[in-house]
């Protein structure tokens, strides 16, 4: 499975940011996607996950009611739409998956960085 995350950048206070994952090498609706960020010198944190039918979600406290992940089985992809940003959700950000048999996601894409500027 290849992941290819993109949708980082530079953004104020305030701002939005949407992230894309495009996943390919294995048929998408057989897949579980999270979102997770890691921040400079924190360990990596889980921010967001949702289910292969899209049936269910889950999101970090930090986040809830600022950020909305949806997927696009005609596009196969999945999207991080990130409102309100703060500085202190500055990290840079990894799509992963995992198959309906897996408890871990075992799939991670390369990551792109979003700075938040105060």
């Known amino acids: 499975v290849q992941l290819q995350a993109s949708g980082g950048g530079l953004v104020q206070t305030g701002g939005s940011l949407k992230l894309s994952c495009v996943v390919s090498?294995?048929?998408?609706?057989?897949?579980?996607m999270g979102w997770f960020r890691q921040a400079p010198g924190k360990e990596r944190e889980f921010v967001a996950r949702?289910?292969?039918?899209?049936?269910?979600?889950a999101y970090a406290d930090s986040v809830k009611g600022r950020f909305t992940v949806s997927r696009d089985y005609a596009k196969n992809t999945v999207y991080l739409q990130m409102n309100s940003l703060k500085p202190e959700d500055t990290a840079v950000y990894y799509c992963?998956?995992?198959?309906?048999?897996?408890?871990?996601?075992?799939?991670w894409g390369q990551g792109t960085l979003v700075t938040v500027s105060s």
């Open positions: 090498g294995r048929p998408f609706n057989n897949l579980h």
């Open positions: 992963a998956a995992k198959s309906i048999l897996s408890d871990e996601y075992r799939y």
């Open positions: 949702i289910s292969r039918s899209a049936g269910s979600g």
